[in-house]
C-alpha cells in the first residue's frame, strides 16, 4: 500500500535552516509529481511548493519563494523541502502528498520559534 | 493567485441530514477541484477529483457538482464519522489554493 513518511520536523530560530524529508513506498515514485502543503496550528490547509515527477519543474506560494526549496530524489524514493530563513508564520504541520492528491504522508511539526 | 471562498464556515446539522457546502473560485477553475475531508490530528482524506469524480473507496453518499467558478459537495445523509472539516482546492494554475474550510459540527 502507498506510504508517504514524512521527518525531519522540530523547533528551529528564524533565519536558520531546516530540510523536512518524506520517504514514499507502494507506488511508482519516479512517476508522480509531489507536493507539500502546511497547516499552521488552528488554521486550515496552505499549499506550498509541488515538483514534477523529474524534478526539472517546480512551483511555490509566493510567501515562500526564494527561501525554500523543493526536491527530490528519485533512487531514494525521496521528496525534500529545505526551508532557509524560516519565520514564526512557517511554523505548521507540514504534509507531503502526491499530485494526484491521493495519498498523504502523517506531516510533521515546524515550530519557528527564537 | 485564484481565491478559494467557501460557505459556509460551519455548518451545524444532525445525522441522517442532507448537507451541501458551497466553493466558489475568483475566477473560472474549469473542473480542476478537490473536496478533502479533516478530522483532528489526522491528515486531510481526498473525497472527490475533478469537481465530481469519487475517489476510490469514498462512500456513494458524498457527491460533488459544478464547473468554472461554483462548486458544491454534498452529504446525502450525515452519518456520525462525516462530523469533520472540509476543504476544497483549486489545481488549474499555481499557486495551488484551499478554502478556509467548513467545519461540520453536531446541531
Known amino acids: 500500500q502507498v506510504q508517504l513518511v514524512e521527518s525531519g520536523g522540530g523547533v528551529v530560530q528564524p533565519g536558520r535552516s531546516l530540510r523536512l524529508s518524506c520517504v514514499a513506498s507502494?507506488?511508482?515514485?519516479?512517476?508522480?509529481?509531489m507536493q507539500w502543503v502546511r497547516q499552521a496550528p488552528g488554521e486550515g490547509l496552505e499549499w506550498v511548493a509541488l515538483i514534477s515527477y523529474d524534478g526539472t519543474q517546480s512551483y511555490y506560494k509566493d510567501s515562500v519563494k526564494g527561501r525554500f526549496i523543493i526536491s527530490r530524489d528519485n533512487s531514494k524514493n525521496t521528496l525534500y523541502l529545505q526551508m532557509n530563513s524560516p519565520r514564526t508564520d512557517d511554523t505548521a504541520i507540514y504534509y507531503c502528498?502526491?499530485?494526484?492528491?491521493?495519498?498523504w504522508g502523517q506531516g510533521t511539526l515546524v515550530t519557528v520559534t527564537s | 493567485d485564484i481565491q478559494m471562498t467557501q460557505s459556509p464556515s460551519t455548518l451545524s446539522a444532525s445525522v441522517g441530514d442532507r448537507v451541501t457546502i458551497t466553493c466558489r473560485a475568483s475566477?473560472?477553475?474549469?473542473?480542476?477541484l478537490a473536496w478533502y475531508q479533516q478530522t483532528p490530528g489526522r491528515a486531510p482524506k481526498l473525497l472527490i477529483y475533478k469537481a465530481s469524480t469519487l475517489e476510490r473507496g469514498v462512500p456513494s453518499r458524498f457527491s460533488g457538482s459544478g464547473s468554472g467558478t461554483h462548486f458544491t459537495l454534498s452529504i446525502s445523509s450525515l452519518q456520525p464519522d462525516d462530523f469533520a472539516t472540509y476543504y476544497c482546492?483549486?489545481?488549474?494554475?499555481?499557486?495551488?489554493?484551499f478554502g478556509q474550510g467548513t467545519k461540520v459540527d453536531v446541531k
Open positions: 502528498a502526491k499530485e494526484e492528491h491521493d495519498h
Open positions: 507502494g507506488f511508482t515514485f519516479s512517476d508522480y509529481g
Open positions: 482546492q483549486q489545481y488549474s494554475g499555481f499557486p495551488w489554493t
Open positions: 475566477q473560472t477553475i474549469s473542473s480542476w
